[in-house]
């Protein structure tokens, strides 16, 4: 097993909503679309997955719809709304910016010492 | 659409918890099922696959929670909260609840009351289908629009604008059911009345313009719905039986629908006749007679496509036509379109007054919000303690805050709960209320779902408007600070929000106080003033002769019978007869030329005489003065030349001087000369107290006859002594005679109703901001005190005299009392100018007024500040070494 990083707080809506993006799909669906895509580097603990979807559902960000799952299994099915493919948009480009910047900080060198 | 939304999703979540706890069950369970396929697929048995998801996905109960708060459900469940802590919090103060809730109640209700009389009298359509399009026709510049029937006609054939144009005209009659005629007060109106305002009868027919077929054609009544019920038993076998109205035959032919009392909603009217009957009721043709204005209102339904200016014009335009063809008889009109009701009648001066009254109520409700909010601000500084612990504690100010709103809130819905419970009683009795006896006076002042939504939102509006006001306060709070230091707060010297608040207060309660003695002191002025008759000591005595079938020559011979009776009753010492009292609801107009006109056209109008027909003894019935010539007798009759007696006004503006008056002639419209017999003082004569001079003139009642007659008898005798007697000889004479019989001071009331509701609301309002202010410097001076007392004691220890100690302790709220009454003071003599349209004589530059409102001022202040000034007094300097 790869070892996880840690993650970061706030990078849980940005990570569901990315996951999302791909296609509908249902709560462990997410899960293992987060490790899949992050190259098993990020982890998110099973239980904790579920508020954060709750949040962007009440935020408008996501649509429910109950169906059935690739093995014939009963689920709920977590897809993209206008709103969230708009913030997805909005938080990538923060996060890119802020990381270039943080790279940016951390890769400085002393100029003269 | 957003918030709604979400509060909709918070609100299904909480009433749906347990379906949402099912949800998140199904989805955790569908969950496991698809981890543990997984992991049966890595090679372990169903069963360990199942018991290592559930395992890895931890306890299902502290996720619901946080579930539950992601999804946003103890938003509403901390509001409860918040509503609970706040119910506990104001149980523990009651005394602060109660004078909060009662404070904004008092303020709620008077705003209610005069919404309610804003809605009812001005905002509040006619009820038929399209009001909007139903206008009235007013005259520019003349409150009251009457017009002649014949004008009536030549409007309605010639406009472009109406669908159709109505016309109605307010009347009395006796109705006789087979027992004697009982007074009912009714409409006559043109055929096309109720098909105008598009009415459906109730029961049986109305009648229509095709039943016109000219004069006394359509013998037909429709009754009201409330005099069918209270008449007639609500007996649906009215339809078809025939009354008497003043003893000619009418069939009724329907019932009007509930609720339905005439165009001008100010009366409730008892029944409707076609206007072509109008001889019947009123005793003489008045169809043809194109110089007589008497149809009381015009109104019409205009064409959809048509505005009202458009509508005006085209009504201006055919009035100059008519100018043109009958110089003698039409006058310039310019025509407004107005809105049908009460309201266009008294128009300009009732709206005036409720705007200003809505002001007034609307500056005690700021008052009380000042008062409230200043309530609230010493008592979180009170809580601050608590306040600093709670955020020590973690808690955020935002919480505090709602903490605090929802207490304010609290308070406020509840007095508005209060308010409009109250204001709701007053409507109710204002509405039952009948100021004149003898008339329909109709005031409809039911609240309806405006008055609760604006009650409503005044309430919240309060509520947040005093809840603001510690919000900075707790929003400064240092928790570290307050709990260090035991005293909290210190007094600042600066100029705090608060003491602007108190000022502000004192001075809108000012405004008010002056108001209302402006307006009382203007009323005792007209009770005194000069009204031309002596109404103490005179009884009237108003008969009805059309309604008991009396015409022609019969009402002359019975009207001298009962004078002659009246005059054999003890202790009666003069008995008069007059057409109409003078300062009633009702005149009568007539156009008077200089003698030396010959061109009788209405421009050459000297000026419009109100006009009496009087009996020889009326001017010593009615205690008016004669200034100079003679008085009538019995022998100024149609063989004798014709005469009149003028009085001082009219002197002034048909002859230079009373010499050339006495025995100076004037003319009619048709021509008539009349000489001048006698000159009498002047009076008032209109139903308003606050009318300018206005030309009178008197005709002997055999010279010019009229069947309206009304007996003044002067008597020392006890008013219901007098009355049986009158009444015992009235019966003697006609049992069939209807009559009406009451003081001459009862009569008036109509005259001084305006000023009275004038005054008692002022009254009302001033005494109400009185009150604001005294809690209002109440509550500050003793929170001053309460404050102080280490430092006051301090003082006292050091040797401080009661003077200086009050100084100290009440300097503060006594200088925001001065400054802010100076103010109002200023602002009330500005506001009082509105009142002298209504009050007769409202002036503000009245030096009792001033002495009165300094005195009152003075009063509030001493009132509110005395037992903060014997607190502070009586603190003993020994608490300074037992606190803290």
């Not at chain 2, 207490?407 to 308010?419: F, K, P, Q």
Request: positive net charge; contains cysteine; charged residues 20%.
């Amino acid at each position: 097993m790869p070892e996880n990083a840690q993650l970061l707080p706030g990078t849980l809506d940005l990570l569901i909503l990315r996951a999302v993006s791909l296609g509908p799909l249902h709560g462990y669906g997410i899960l293992l679309r987060i490790a899949q895509i992050s190259g098993h580097a990020l982890l998110v603990e099973q239980g904790a997955l579920y508020p954060g979807l709750f949040r962007l559902v009440r935020q408008g960000l996501l649509k429910t719809t109950w169906g059935t799952s690739e093995n014939n299994r009963r689920a709920k099915f977590y897809e993209l709304t206008a709103a969230g493919r708009k913030r997805l948009r909005e938080e990538t480009e923060n996060w890119n910016r802020l990381a270039a910047a943080i790279a940016a900080a951390l890769a400085a060198r002393p100029e003269e010492a | 659409m957003r918030v709604l939304d979400a509060l909709r999703f918070r609100l299904a979540t909480l009433f749906r918890r347990s379906e949402m706890n099912g949800e998140i069950e199904d989805e955790v369970r569908s969950h496991i099922e698809l981890r543990a396929d997984d992991l049966e697929r890595s090679g372990l048995t169903r069963r360990e696959a199942e018991r290592r998801a559930r395992l890895e996905f931890g306890g299902q109960a502290r996720f619901k929670e946080e579930i539950h708060d992601a999804a946003g459900v103890t938003f509403i469940e901390s509001v409860f909260r918040d509503v609970g802590f706040a119910f506990r919090v104001l149980r523990k103060s009651p005394s602060f609840a109660l004078v909060s809730v009662f404070t904004l109640a008092v303020a709620i209700a008077a705003n209610t009351v005069v919404f309610a009389a804003f809605n009812a009298l001005i905002l509040r359509p006619l009820d038929v289908p399209q009001a909007q399009r139903v206008y009235a026709l007013a005259h520019a510049g003349d409150a009251f629009a009457y017009d002649s029937y014949a004008n009536y006609l030549d409007l309605r054939n010639r406009n472009h604008s109406f669908e159709t144009l109505a016309a109605s005209n307010f009347s009395q009659a006796g109705l006789d059911t087979g027992e004697n005629p009982v007074r009912a007060w009714g409409y006559e109106v043109s055929g096309n009345y109720f098909d105008t305002l598009r009415l459906q009868p109730y029961l049986g027919r109305f009648f229509h313009a095709s039943d016109e077929h000219g004069a006394n054609s359509a013998p037909y009544v429709v009754l009201a719905h409330g005099y069918w019920q209270s008449h007639f038993q609500a007996d649906r076998g009215v339809i078809g039986r025939v009354v008497r109205l003043n003893e000619h035959p009418f069939t009724i032919i329907g019932v009007a629908p509930p609720g339905f009392v005439g165009t001008f909603q100010a009366f409730t009217a008892d029944f409707f006749v076609p206007i072509v009957n109008q001889e019947q009721i009123d005793g003489a043709n008045l169809l043809n007679a194109r110089a007589n204005d008497w149809v009381s209102e015009l109104f019409g339904r205009l064409k959809p496509e048509v505005t009202p200016t458009e509508a005006a014009a085209d009504l201006d335009s055919i009035n100059r036509q008519l100018q043109k063809t009958y110089p003698k008889e039409e006058s310039k009109v310019t025509f407004q379109l107005v809105h049908v009701g009460v309201a266009n009648v008294f128009g300009g001066a009732m709206k005036a007054f409720l705007g200003g009254l809505s002001l007034l109520a609307a500056l005690i409700l700021l008052a009380a919000c000042a008062n409230l909010g200043s309530l609230f601000a010493s008592r979180a500084a009170d809580r601050s303690r608590e306040i600093a612990m709670r955020l020590a504690l973690g808690s955020t100010r935002r919480r505090i805050l709602r903490q605090l709103f929802t207490e304010a809130i609290l308070v406020s819905l509840a007095g508005g709960a209060v308010g409009l419970w109250a204001s709701v009683m007053l409507l109710q009795w204002i509405s039952s209320w009948r100021p004149f006896p003898e008339f329909p006076l109709n005031i409809p002042l039911s609240p309806d779902a405006h008055v609760y939504l604006v009650a409503l939102l005044l309430a919240l509006a309060s509520g947040f408007l005093f809840g603001a006001v510690p919000v900075r306060q707790v929003l400064r709070t240092n928790p570290y600070g307050v709990i260090k230091s035991g005293s909290p707060v210190a007094m600042t010297r600066r100029i705090t929000a608060r003491d602007l608040l108190l000022a502000v207060q004192i001075a809108l309660c000012a405004v008010l106080v002056t108001s209302s003695f402006v307006a009382v002191r203007g009323l005792v002025r007209s009770l005194r003033s000069h009204l031309g008759v002596e109404p103490r000591n005179a009884m009237l005595v108003e008969t009805d002769l059309r309604a008991a079938g009396y015409a022609g020559e019969r009402v002359p011979e019975m009207q001298k019978r009962m004078i002659d009776v009246m005059k054999t009753i003890p202790g009666v010492t003069s008995v008069g007869l007059v057409s109409v009292p003078p300062l009633h609801m009702g005149w009568n107009l007539t156009g008077v030329f200089t003698g030396k006109t010959t061109d009788m056209r209405l421009s050459n109008v000297a000026t419009n005489a109100i006009t009496y027909s009087i009996s020889p003894d009326y001017f010593q019935a009615a205690g008016t003065a004669l200034a100079a010539g003679r008085s009538f007798t019995w022998n100024d009759d149609e063989q004798a030349p014709r005469v009149a007696i003028v009085n001082q006004e009219f002197v002034r503006l048909l002859f230079r001087s009373p010499s050339a008056a006495l025995d100076g002639y004037f003319k009619l419209g048709n021509g008539t000369r009349i000489q001048v017999v006698g000159i009498v003082q002047d009076g008032k004569y209109t139903a308003n107290l606050a009318e300018d001079p206005r030309a009178a003139m008197f005709f002997p009642i055999l010279q010019s006859p009229s069947s309206d007659s009304w007996l003044v008898l002067r008597s020392r005798q006890a008013p219901q002594e007098l009355a049986a007697a009158i009444r015992s000889k009235l019966r003697d004479l006609d049992p069939g005679l209807p009559s009406f019989i009451q003081t001459w001071n009862e009569e008036m009331n109509g005259a001084l109703f305006a000023p009275r509701v004038a005054t008692a609301s002022l009254g009302i309002l001033g005494l109400m901001g009185a009150m604001l202010s005294i809690t209002g410097i109440f509550g500050m001076a003793a929170y001053s005190v309460s404050k102080r007392k280490r430092e006051l004691g301090i003082r006292i220890a050091l040797g401080a005299q009661p003077r200086e100690l009050l100084r100290a302790a009440l300097g503060r709220a006594f200088r925001l009392l001065a400054f802010g009454s100076a103010v109002g003071l200023v602002l009330g003599i500005l506001a009082s100018r509105v009142l002298a349209s209504i009050v007769y004589q409202a002036s503000p530059r009245d030096p009792l007024v001033l002495a009165g409102v300094v005195l009152a001022m003075l009063l509030v202040g001493l009132v509110a500040t005395w037992i903060p000034a014997q607190r502070a007094l009586s603190i003993d300097p020994l608490i300074l070494l037992r606190e803290e």
